[in-house]
Each structure stands twice: as C-alpha cells, then as structure tokens.
C-alpha cells in the first residue's frame, strides 16, 4: 500500500517561509516522479512543482524563483521549500505520485500565509 504523508504546513506573515515534507512509503521512492500539488477551496487542484526520478525539476510560473523542490531517495521524503511567501500561497498542499497504474495523494498540510 502506498502512503504519502506532508507536514509543516503552518500559520506564516508575508515574505516569510515553510519546508513542507513528504514522507512516502509502499513504492520505490527513487523510481518515481513526485509532485506538489495545492488546492484552495472551490478552486481546482493547481499543480506547483514536479521532480522526477532523475532530479530534473519544473515550477509553475507563480513560485519560480521563490519555490524549491527537492527529494532525498535514502529517507524516502520529497520537500518543498517556500521562500518569499504571498497571501495567494494560502492552500492546502499535497504530494502525488504516480504509481501501479494509479494516482496516490497524500492528504495535505494547510499553508496560510496572513499578517
């Protein structure tokens, strides 16, 4: 069974920053591109950041240069640091691969970035 779990959403002023972490277990981390996705309510799900399994790595246009996504193959965890936080960063975050033939989400770690 596939499990990814985030933490480190939290309460943060503008300008400030997260590290939001994504523990994964039940695949073999190192085989598969993994994803940041977040989602505000009754919005659609917006898709942040991609790493595959070879590092390569691609942004939305909204966090380039402000968003930093990385993965470490021995501890199984992908992490997305978030500098220069703006109010529009406010979501529920989630990780995602894509593995057997189907989607895995995580349930997500809530960001609110408010003074």
């Known amino acids: 069974q596939v499990h990814l779990v985030e933490s480190g959403g939290d309460l943060v002023q503008p300008g400030g920053s997260l590290r939001l972490s994504c523990t994964a277990s039940?695949?073999?981390?190192?085989?598969?591109?993994m994803k940041w996705y977040r989602q505000v309510p009754g919005n659609e799900r917006e898709l942040v950041a991609t790493i595959s399994s070879t590092g390569a790595t691609n942004y939305t246009d909204s966090v380039k240069g402000r968003f930093t996504i990385s993965r470490d193959n021995v501890r199984n965890r992908l992490t997305l640091q978030m500098n220069s936080l703006k109010p529009e960063d406010t979501a529920v975050y989630s990780c995602?691969?894509?593995?057997?033939?189907?989607?895995?989400w995580g349930r997500g770690t809530q960001v609110t970035v408010s003074s």
């Open positions: 995602h691969t894509f593995a057997f033939g189907r989607n895995f």
């Open positions: 039940g695949i073999n981390f190192r085989l598969y591109a």
